[in-house]
Every structure is written in structure tokens, then in C-alpha cells.
């Protein structure tokens, strides 16, 4: 099970942190990512992360603005958010993985997302 938290509304500029915790059972040698989806448009990738923080990776419209890290003994991931502009806003999901991927089909489990508004 994936538990996401830490959305909501916040000023274009400002800054946010999502969590997205796992429990229910060990899952080894895992990769995490985030997705989002704003009203009207496709799921997309935003980062992911190995269990060991070895591989990261983060959508062309994320980088430099968005930090991913996790915490492999919490089974946590973070998304540090800064310089959110008004494009950011969306439903954020959490996933797990066990290969490295930006594709959401390779994520067998997902979290029930978190919305993140940003005000222009």
C-alpha cells in the first residue's frame, strides 16, 4: 500500500513536499516514482528514484525546480517542489516499481494521489 500526502495550494514560487510512504509487505530492491495529472490532460512522468538512491531520474519540465529523495529505511519517497508554477498543478501519484522506468505501466502499485494547486 502507498500513502501519498502533503498537497495543496500554494502560490506560484512557493514550495512543496510530498510523501508518499509504502507498508504492507517488503519490497526489496524497489524503484519509486511520481506521475501527475492536471483536468483535461494524459498522466505523465514527473521522477523516479531507485531504492538506494543510485538512479534518479526527472521530466525535462521538473528539472532544477523538483528534487526526488527517499528514505529506504521509512520505505519513504520525497518531492521536494520549489519555483511551482500554475502548470504544476495536478493530482500527483506515487508508484512503486522494480525496474527503473518512466513509463507508468511499469508501476505495479499506486498511490491514491495527492492534489497540488498552484495560484498564479
Known amino acids: 500500500q502507498l500513502q501519498a500526502s502533503g498537497g495543496g495550494l500554494v502560490q506560484a514560487g512557493g514550495s512543496l513536499r510530498l510523501s508518499c510512504a509504502a507498508s504492507?509487505?517488503?519490497?526489496?530492491?524497489?524503484?519509486m516514482g511520481w506521475f501527475r495529472r492536471a483536468p483535461g490532460k494524459e498522466r505523465e512522468f514527473v521522477a523516479t528514484i531507485s531504492w538506494d538512491g543510485g538512479s534518479i531520474y526527472y521530466a525535462d519540465s521538473v528539472k532544477g525546480r523538483f528534487t526526488i529523495s527517499g528514505d529506504n529505511a521509512r520505505n519513504t519517497v520525497y518531492l521536494q517542489m520549489n519555483s511551482l508554477k500554475s502548470e504544476d498543478s495536478a493530482v500527483y501519484y506515487c508508484?512503486?516499481?522494480?525496474?527503473?522506468?518512466?513509463?507508468?505501466?511499469?508501476?505495479?502499485?499506486w498511490g491514491q494521489g495527492t492534489q497540488v494547486t498552484v495560484s498564479s
Open positions: 504492507g509487505r517488503t519490497f526489496g530492491s524497489y524503484i
Open positions: 508508484a512503486l516499481a522494480w525496474v527503473f522506468s518512466t513509463t507508468a505501466a511499469s508501476y505495479a502499485y
